[in-house]
């Protein structure tokens, strides 16, 4: 039994080299006989001088084949010492280009680069001379680029837009204008880079180049990335991916990238993390490292949002892996070195090269010899791996939990804040107390919010004059109901504490100051809250917008009146009247600018517009001062208006947050006038259904989308 195991254990190591070893030896034919095609085509090309066919050349790179055996292939090539020099020319250019996409190695593509430039740019004209070398420079601007040497990217950038320029190369020359207008981003002046890009719109697509365009829109929504304009980042990202030919994963994969980005962001994470898994498995089969390792840390970022914290740990173990292994490969100062012998000390160069070739096959001779050592002691890395993922896992696991101890320490405070909040609130049976048919709609996008209702209730004297000036003995007790719908500056904690200071503002303005006048209330309230935040060193400008209504019932002429006044801070007040109310002597219209009540003679028109009307009801709308309550360079005396109601009326105030809301098929805003339709329908029902069906189509309207801000609607029926 000990012998079979010997044997076995003996005989692990050539199995485990045969398995190595063998795809390659299969596959080589393979990436022998597809060079032998190209190599044909090369001649071909020499003979006919033809741009076309060495573009179609590049189109199909041989390493798609067998990265590995590509790689063993094309250096063996390389070493032969009569090897023609369009064959030199291509393989160079074909190391170039797989040391950038497929290993992300940028300092092993610079070798190949450079030698590739030094044939090229010593050759005085080849018929690979064109495409190949513009290639080059693209790669060198486009290396430089990544490695943040901003300068040296836009030389190379200039030298491939002269190159093209002086080739007449149609392609090549777009490329180096994106080039150019990405670095113009990059530098600081991203209006300038996106208007570059713009100005190339039209250029590229008259080219008639799907692949083209979708590289140019992909470098457009980067750029409004960078700009902080998410939904024109994720429009040029849908039309990118949307123009990606179906047969072309690779590219779909990377145009997927950018797309997932933009749902990522309107927190549509399920289609974020399909989308960047199909990319995943795409790029893994390419052997794309630096891709894979983007996508990684990505999904590791998505499955967090979405609480998957075992899927989101995975994936950072992975990334984390990635990101260790190709540390070493994105080094700038290297090129900068290899750069600079080129130039100035060419003929040091090419000794370092050779020392380089030489060294490259001493490699390739110890790693053979040290195989068998690796296989005994890859255990002990395996056991190493496992038990620094396990010791990385376990910090990982700390940090959550201790953030997961700081939310719900943050979330105990902000509920405990909510209960403070909810106590300056009138209660719901005070407020039915005494506007029996009414209804308050309340939704804070956050625990707490910067919206917020008031009510006060007033019970004064009103003194009437007799005909003699006198003062009539039956002076008349008047219940005074003032309410309004507050929209402070921010949602949160931060709104809920600038509402706090507002409430007071009202609260001292009616009781500390005895104001019962809505104009002047707020008037005095903004005066209250400018002095509040005064006091701080900073230069505060927080305050609210605000519809302020007062209500009574009154007794004039043997008639009994039910009268309204409003005062409004940006926010303005709706009146639906029936139809059947609407005789002559019911036209809206306005009693007194302010002070004492006019006669019907002296009666002048309210400042309001017919807004909607439906068959049964016309809807007015009376506007808000424009002006907050808070500081404002030329505050003026807020306006209030006094108008009769008839029975039947409803009126409606309310903040922004209802109309704002983004939702619907196309995920636009609501908008105010689509509000006002809803209300008109709404008209036959009692005030709590209305407040059930308003709140039903603000969260059918919202559907998946994030609420936007706090929404506060009070309605009110005559």
């Not at 250019?93 to 092993?108: G, I, P, T, W």
Request: glycine share 4%.
């Amino acid at each position: 039994m000990n012998q079979a195991a010997g044997i076995i254990m003996t005989a692990k190591p050539l199995i485990f080299i045969t398995l190595i070893i063998l795809p390659y030896l299969l596959k080589s034919n393979e990436v022998e006989e597809n060079y032998m095609l190209v190599k044909t085509r090369l001649e071909q090309a020499e003979q006919t001088q033809s741009q076309d066919l060495v573009q179609e050349i590049l189109k199909q790179p041989v390493y798609n084949a067998d990265h590995q055996g590509f790689q063993d292939f094309a250096t063996g090539k390389l070493q032969e010492n009569s090897l023609p020099f369009a064959e030199q020319v291509y393989l160079n250019h074909q190391l170039m280009r797989y040391y950038v996409s497929v290993e992300a190695d940028f300092d092993q593509s610079f070798v190949y680069l450079v030698e590739l430039v030094k044939l090229l740019e010593g050759e005085k004209e080849h018929v690979l001379k064109p495409i190949m070398l513009g290639d080059a420079y693209f790669i060198a601007s486009w290396i430089n680029q990544v490695q943040h040497d901003l300068p040296r990217s836009r030389k190379y950038a200039e030298k491939l837009f002269a190159h093209a320029t002086s080739y007449q190369l149609p392609e090549l020359l777009l490329k180096s204008k994106m080039m150019l207008a990405e670095l113009t981003q990059h530098e600081g002046d991203i209006a300038g880079g996106i208007q570059q890009f713009k100005t190339l719109e039209k250029e590229v697509k008259a080219k008639n180049d799907s692949i083209l365009l979708n590289r140019l829109y992909l470098l457009l929504s980067n750029a409004y990335t960078d700009y902080d304009k998410e939904d024109s980042a994720f429009y040029y990202a849908r039309l990118a991916y949307d123009l990606v030919p179906v047969h072309n994963a690779q590219l779909k994969a990377f145009s997927s990238i950018h797309l997932a980005r933009g749902y990522m962001q309107s927190g549509e994470l399920d289609k974020a993390i399909a989308l960047t898994s199909e990319a995943l498995l795409v790029v893994e089969n390419l052997e794309a490292k630096k891709e894979i390792k983007d996508l990684h840390n990505f999904l590791a970022e998505a499955h967090k949002s979405a609480g998957n914290y075992e899927e989101a740990l995975n994936h950072l173990e992975q990334f984390m892996t990635l990101d260790r292994e190709q540390a070493s490969l994105l080094s700038a100062a290297n090129i900068s070195d290899l750069e600079s012998q080129m130039a100035d000390e060419k003929h040091d160069f090419e000794m370092q090269l050779k020392q380089a070739e030489i060294s490259q096959k001493n490699k390739q001779t110890i790693a053979l010899a040290i195989f068998l050592v690796f296989a005994v002691i890859f255990i002990v890395f395996v056991i190493r791996g496992y038990m620094a993922k396990k010791r990385d896992a376990e910090i990982i696991r700390h940090q959550k939990t201790m953030v997961e101890e700081k939310n719900k320490e943050i979330m105990d405070s902000i509920s405990y804040a909510k209960r403070i909040q909810s106590a300056i609130l009138p209660p719901q049976k005070v407020v039915k107390a005494y506007l029996q048919e009414s209804f308050v709609l309340y939704k804070p996008k956050d625990i707490v919010a910067g919206d917020f209702y008031w009510m006060e209730t007033v019970n004064r004297v009103e003194q009437r004059v007799m005909g003699d000036g006198d003062l009539n003995p039956k002076s008349q007790n008047t219940n005074l109901i003032l309410f309004a719908a507050a929209d402070c500056t921010g949602h949160g904690v931060p709104g809920a504490m600038v509402s706090v200071v507002c409430n007071n503002g009202l609260n001292r303005a009616v009781r500390e100051f005895g104001l019962t006048d809505p104009g002047q209330i707020l008037d005095k309230a903004r005066e209250l809250v400018v002095e509040e935040f005064e006091k701080s060193e900073d230069d505060v400008k927080d305050g609210m917008d605000i519809a302020l209504c007062s209500l009574k019932t009154q007794t004039t002429n043997k008639k009994q009146q039910t009268i309204l006044e409003y005062a409004g801070a940006n926010n303005p007040l709706w009146i639906i009247r029936p139809t059947a109310n609407c005789l002559p002597e019911h036209v809206l219209r306005e009693q007194k600018p302010r002070g004492e009540f006019l006669d019907d003679t002296g009666n002048k028109e309210l400042e309001a517009h017919l807004s909607l009307t439906t068959d049964n009801y016309l809807l007015y709308e009376i506007k808000a001062d424009k002006q907050p309550i808070g500081k404002f360079d030329r505050p003026e005396p807020y306006t209030t208006h006094q108008l009769e109601l008839y029975p039947g009326d409803t009126i409606y105030i309310f903040s922004d947050g209802f109309a704002d809301q983004f939702g619907g098929e196309n995920g636009k805003k609501l908008k105010s006038v689509n509000f006002k339709k809803l209300l008109l329908r709404l008209q036959d029902k009692t005030m709590e259904q209305q407040r059930q069906l308003i709140d039903e189509a603000f969260e059918e309207w919202k559907g998946s989308l994030e609420q936007l801000d706090d929404v506060c609607v009070i309605g009110v029926k005559v």
